[in-house]
């Protein structure tokens, strides 16, 4: 069983900067793809990063230039940084494994929330 624990969402004011972290166990992280998802209230989760195994990376058009998405297997972390923060960025954001060699999420973290305003 994989666990999943993000950290590092808060208050932040619009421009301003956050990074969150996804701690993973397990044994096989490196060969999974990791994302971040986030869900405003009333919406859809929606997917905002993903980074597979060899480190290919995709992006939701509207953080294209504002977000980061990063990975480091020996600590088996996924981080997400995020700049120019907009108050349309205020969701709760969650971490996922995909499946192998999927585009299924197969696991999620607890989620982090993260809320932009002055």
């Known amino acids: 069983q994989v666990q999943l624990v993000e950290s590092g969402g808060g208050l932040v004011q619009p421009g301003g900067s956050l990074r969150l972290s996804c701690a993973a166990s397990?044994?096989?992280?490196?060969?999974?793809?990791m994302g971040w998802y986030r869900q405003a209230p009333g919406k859809q989760r929606e997917l905002v990063a993903r980074i597979s195994s060899g480190g290919s990376i995709m992006y939701a058009d509207s953080v294209k230039g504002r977000f980061t998405i990063s990975r480091d297997n020996a600590k088996k972390m996924v981080y997400l940084q995020m700049i120019s923060l907009k108050p349309e960025d205020t969701a709760v954001y969650y971490c996922?494994?995909?499946?192998?060699?999927?585009?299924?999420?197969?696991?999620w973290g607890q989620g982090t929330q993260v809320t932009v305003s002055s």
């Open positions: 996922s494994r995909f499946y192998h060699g999927g585009f299924t999420p197969a696991d």
């Open positions: 397990g044994s096989t992280f490196s060969v999974h793809a």
